[in-house]
Structures are given as structure tokens and as C-alpha cells.
């Protein structure tokens, strides 16, 4: 591609809206757009060239591992929902509209009952399973206060799979499967990655990992023990638990528990004095949707109280319930190893979860078993968000002066810089390069454009292409210059060998 021709609207300026440097970088390499400061982003050709090859990464080991890709409707029957259960749950972040016939719809954030409607309709016996389907389909998520860019965009790029089986015993090898197969995705990207216990959350289901990209500036914070390979969400984390005695300090937290249709009840959390409310535990404690501040109340409809406090408290309550609410502290001993427990942070980037029978069992999804008995299917999900990734790779891969996009990611493998373009032998080297890197199937980017070096080089360092050959003054003494993006390294070759080395490189 010759950059004269291409679209790419590099530009100094930094977005207001933008602090993460993946978010900067993006725009300011014009790789997206911004559609009117609400979340939502075009793909310029850079931008989709580079998200297509991400999804093509994740596509290829997917079908090695045996899943089926098909498109489900972006549009989905509010019905299915209602179906399901998840209509009322789910909350304000799902988009809900009517057609011109009245009829309830919505903009789907996730597919579980899409998919499980699909395969209700074609798959009726035990010979027909175990079968994992998947889509990389937009979804679209009507967040309160979209930040980030691609981070936490309302629409955005996502792989979500399901797996249907006649037995948990085979759904349980397809999730370590699944795993396994994130793994390889996420290496082949060349990122960082940590696969952490998780809470499954609106999606529901048991046995929920997720796969998180360090990065300081990731949303999630991820409990780790440095010793063995135990991770966690803060949400989910465990440790080893702590002893008290019996004139320890508690401390009560009152909360609203928000339920469907409206249902609200007192919730009061009672806990060990010097730890904290982890609040996504709690939720789960008392099965509620939500919960919300609440000023101290002597209502009590429920009282949970922290395991760890389980045969010292005095307090009693016509509900009380014993569980984990605890948030896990840096220093913690973790439960595997015994080791001090810390603190990092990661970019949720991919979540799988052991769904059960949650979704099969309430939209009749069966299958005749082997004595003719309708069983419902047992099911597993698995999501990856693949334009988030861009934005991870680039959270893990970057330098002060732009991008440094992976080998598998990169918009393109080699730049070639003409400095002058008015100089007739460094044109005819650069476009003798050109062809013969094309012709050798490299992905190859001429920078043919009339500008000035200094602004040529500038756009080189923010878009990233991870190796560039310059053109410039010193090729009066039989001179070119090699660049590897990552950490601007270069080589000098002479005009005979650069053709060679090229060929050899690539």
C-alpha cells in the first residue's frame, strides 16, 4: 500500500476525552474516530485492518480447536429475555426499543439466549452433540459513562461461544479446552496475560475465569500470589482465613438489596473491623441485582455476617446468613501456597464460564439421551472482546512517542521511507524495494507522500509498524537505514546487502 493513497489521518492533538495512551495513540494515529464524543468509534482502514487480523487470530485457533463459526442477529426478541429471566436483571445497560408493530426488541449485549433458541430448533438428539458454536459479532451495551475508547465503548467487537453437552463431565473438558485455546490466542498476540478465578455476573454460571492483560492502567484489580499460579478478581479472590478471637471489633454495613420488579429489602453486612466490603460478594450473598448505599436502618430483613466471624458474633436477626464478604488485602496468605498475596492490574480482555443448565433449563433446550428421556443441554460460554484487545496491546506496547504494535497485530510487517521524495535515486530504490517485498507476499506500507522527513518519521513512531527501512541522505555513500519500532533501534545497511537482508528478514 502506497501511504499517498491510504487513508490515515494522523494528528498532534490529543483527545480531551482521552487519558489511557491506547485511547490517544488510536485516535491520534488514526486508526478510529469518534461518532460524536458517545462512546462509539468508526474503524478507519488502519483501525479495521489491524481489527481484522485480531479476529483473525482468534478465528483460526478456534477452528483448530473444533468450534463452528455462525452470525447470529444484532437484533434480538426481548422475548427470548423474558424467556430466560434476564429481561429485569440485566439492567438500564440493556438497549430496549419497539418496532413499528409494537414489538419488544433489543440491541444484544450478549447472545446466550439467541444461540440456545438456534440450537433448541436443530439439535434434538444425544448423537448430535457436543457441538461449540461461536460468532465475532458487534454487541452494544448502553454504559452509564463510556470511557476509554475502546476500553468500555457501548458498541464494540466481541467473540462470544457456546458449547452444548449431554453431561457436565464433557462440558467441563470443552471449558479446560476453551482455556487452553485462549491461552494459545492470547500468545500469539503477544501479550501479557494472567487467567484469574472471576465472578460470573449478569451472565451467570459457575467456574468463571477470566483472562486479564497487565497493564497499570487496567480497570480490574487482580489479587495474584507471586509464589504459584493463584489469581483472581478482587471480586472472586480467596485467601487463607484469618482467626479472631472472640473480642475482636466488628463493624456493620447497612445496604438496599435490589431485586426484580422492584423488590427491595435491608441488607446489614457485619464484618471484622479492619477489613472491607467486597462488594460483588456481598451482592451474591443475599442473590440480589444491585446493591445501593443506605442510611443506618434498625429495619434488618437479612444479616450476613463474614465467615470468618462464624461462631463469635452475638448478633442475631430473623435471617442471618454466614458468607465470604470479605475483599482480600495485599499481604493476605493465599490459600494454595501459603504465600503474601498482592495487588496488579488487568484489562478484562476474555471471560469464560461453566453455565450449567441456567439457560437450557428455563427456554427448553433439550435432547433425547440414549433411553429416549428429554435432558436439558448443559451448556458453557465463552467471550472474548476483540476490539478491546486492540486497545490492551497497545496498553502493553507502547513508548512515548506512539504505538509498537505486535507482529501478529501490526497494520503492516515493513515501511519503507523515501525522505525526498524529489530525489530520483532514493524513489527508485524505494520502489524497487517496494516490489520485491510484494512479490514476496510482505505486507509492505511505501511512504511516497511530499512531506518532510522530520513529519514522516513522527507518523512512523505513532502508527508503529514494527520495522521500517529509511531512505535518506546517507544513500549518496551507499547507505540505508534498518529501524525496529521497539525501542527505535537501527541498523545501517549498504545498497547491496539491503535487498538480501530484507528477503532473509522477512
Request: hydrophobic share 50%.
Given at each position: 500500500m502506497r501511504f499517498s493513497r491510504l487513508l490515515i489521518p494522523t494528528t498532534k492533538e490529543t483527545p480531551n476525552d482521552a487519558s489511557l495512551a491506547s485511547h490517544i495513540y488510536l485516535i491520534r494515529g488514526g486508526f478510529i474516530q469518534s461518532v460524536g464524543g458517545s462512546g462509539l468509534y468508526n474503524f478507519l482502514p488502519l483501525g479495521k485492518k489491524i481489527l481484522d487480523k485480531?479476529?483473525?487470530?482468534?478465528?483460526?485457533e478456534l477452528d483448530k480447536a473444533g468450534c463452528q463459526e455462525v452470525a447470529l442477529s444484532f437484533v434480538t426478541p426481548a422475548v427470548l429475555w423474558e424467556e430466560s429471566g434476564r429481561l429485569e436483571k440485566y439492567g438500564k445497560e440493556l438497549l430496549r426499543f419497539k418496532d413499528r408493530k409494537n414489538n419488544d426488541f433489543i440491541l444484544g449485549p450478549t447472545h446466550e439466549e439467541m444461540m440456545?433458541?438456534?440450537v433448541r430448533q436443530t439439535v434434538?438428539?444425544?448423537k448430535q452433540l457436543p457441538l461449540n458454536l461461536y460468532q465475532i459479532n458487534l454487541k452494544f451495551r448502553d454504559e452509564i459513562r463510556p470511557r476509554f475508547?475502546?476500553?468500555r465503548g457501548r458498541e464494540f467487537l466481541m467473540k462470544d461461544g457456546y458449547?452444548?453437552?449431554?453431561t457436565t463431565e464433557d462440558m467441563q473438558r470443552e471449558f479446560a479446552l476453551m482455556e487452553e485455546t485462549y491461552k494459545k490466542i492470547f500468545t500469539r498476540l503477544g501479550l501479557e496475560f494472567r487467567v484469574v478465578d472471576a465472578d460470573s455476573g449478569a451472565i451467570g454460571g459457575s467456574g468463571s475465569k477470566e483472562f486479564m492483560v497487565l497493564a497499570d492502567s487496567g480497570e480490574d484489580t487482580i489479587v495474584v500470589c507471586p509464589d504459584c499460579e493463584y489469581g483472581a478478581n478482587i471480586e472472586a479472590a480467596i485467601s487463607k482465613p484469618k482467626i479472631y478471637e472472640s473480642d475482636c471489633d466488628i463493624k456493620i454495613i447497612t445496604m438496599k438489596a435490589l431485586y426484580d420488579e422492584g423488590e427491595t429489602k435491608i441488607v446489614h453486612f457485619a464484618l471484622p473491623a479492619e477489613v472491607e466490603l467486597q462488594d460483588v460478594k456481598a451482592c451474591n450473598a443475599v442473590k440480589a441485582n444491585e446493591l445501593v448505599e443506605c442510611e443506618e436502618s434498625n429495619d434488618i430483613n437479612i444479616l450476613v455476617v463474614d465467615a470468618t466471624l462464624n461462631g463469635l458474633d452475638t448478633l442475631s436477626a430473623e435471617e442471618k446468613t454466614y458468607a465470604d464478604i470479605s475483599a482480600v488485602q495485599e499481604g493476605d496468605t493465599c490459600a494454595t501456597c501459603g504465600?503474601?498475596?498482592t495487588y496488579t492490574k488487568g484489562i478484562e480482555a476474555g471471560h469464560i464460564f461453566q453455565l450449567g443448565t441456567q439457560y437450557s433449563e428455563p427456554l427448553v433446550c433439550n435432547f433425547l439421551d440414549e433411553n429416549g428421556k428429554a435432558q436439558p443441554m448443559v451448556m458453557g460460554t465463552y467471550g472474548i472482546g476483540v476490539s478491546r484487545l486492540l486497545a490492551g496491546i497497545i496498553e502493553q506496547n507502547h513508548d512515548d512517542k506512539g504505538c509498537i504494535w505486535t507482529k501478529e497485530a501490526a497494520p503492516f510487517d515493513l515501511q519503507i521511507m523515501i525522505s525526498n521524495i524529489k530525489d530520483e535515486a532514493q524513489v527508485a530504490l524505494g520502489e524497487k524495494l517496494y516490489e520485491v517485498m510484494l512479490s514476496k507476499g510482505v505486507d509492505v506500507l511505501l511512504d511516497d507522500r511530499k512531506d518532510r522527513?522530520?513529519?514522516k518519521m513522527k507518523d512512523y513512531e505513532l502508527i508503529g509498524v514494527p520495522h521500517a527501512v529509511v531512505i535518506g541522505k546517507k544513500l549518496s555513500?551507499?547507505?540505508v537505514e534498518f529501524i525496529t519500532r521497539d525501542g527505535m533501534q537501527k541498523v545501517e545497511l549498504t545498497v547491496d546487502s539491503v535487498e538480501d537482508f530484507l528477503k532473509e528478514r522477512f
Open positions: 485480531v479476529r483473525a487470530v482468534v478465528k483460526d440456545v433458541n438456534m434434538k438428539s444425544y475508547g475502546l476500553m458449547s452444548f453437552h449431554a504465600g503474601a498475596l522527513f522530520g513529519a555513500d551507499g547507505i
